[in-house]
């Protein structure tokens, strides 16, 4: 029990309802909707990104290996990733976890692993490709994925993150639509889209790689929300939501340094007495 308590995570961490959600997405779309999610490219984005894990636990020193933010990450990278490549699908877990242990700033690593290796991958490869539209829109699918993602958020206590970004977005689309003299029905449409409710779920609400104040990460949320909007109805560009991100996350240490505030830590979800701040960043990646 002893060496159980010491190597494994905690079982009251948050994120394991985030890997019981995004399975459960995996699962739907593969029997259900037949999103052409292939096994192959999931079990090697989920394997890669275990063993990558490893080699960053062992060259980084950590006390013990955390399954949980690679599954996590592998999960979300097999939802959104399509390619026909399973090379790609490697490299895409590889970059994933390996930005996580290289690209830090002050104990956080500043991009969301997922979003990092979708957008290097679209813009290096033409073999690999985000499906904006893939989840379709009808509004039970929708109010489905929200409150499974409320749930996860609540529990890992970011929710500001998704809520604010969710309301600025959808009131820069209506109010598109408004100057446009467009029915509301097209914004409604916009917005029910599985794939922006993932991407406002389970990436921007990263605890990781938000700011570390509530005002801030309402801050954020309103910056990915205003690049999103310009990339996609003002640029005409697709995956706005996802190259946003990457754009705004830069921003995170400068918000952190103007209002200052904790680190997230998971173990604090789980109801844990954190460590110093050092012992934190040793054992949290």
Known sequence: MTFLNRHLPRLGDPRHY???????????????????????????????????QFIGTLCARLPRFDPLSPLITSLSITLLLRTDELQLAVVAACIAIGSKFIIRFRGKHIFNPANFALVTLILLSDQAWFSSGQWGSATINAFGLACLGFLVLTRARRAETTLAFIAIYAVLMFGRALWLNDPFSIPLHQMQNGALLIFAFFMISDPKTTPNTAVGRVLYAALVAGIAYTIQFIYYQPNGPIIALIMSAPFVPLIDALLRGRIYRWHHAAGHVASSTKGAYQCES
């Open 18 to 52: 985030q890997i019981i959600v995004l399975s459960f997405l995996i699962a739907y779309s593969i029997v259900v909707l037949d999103f052409g999610i292939r096994w192959q490219n999931a079990l090697a984005i989920v394997g890669t990104a275990l063993v990558t």
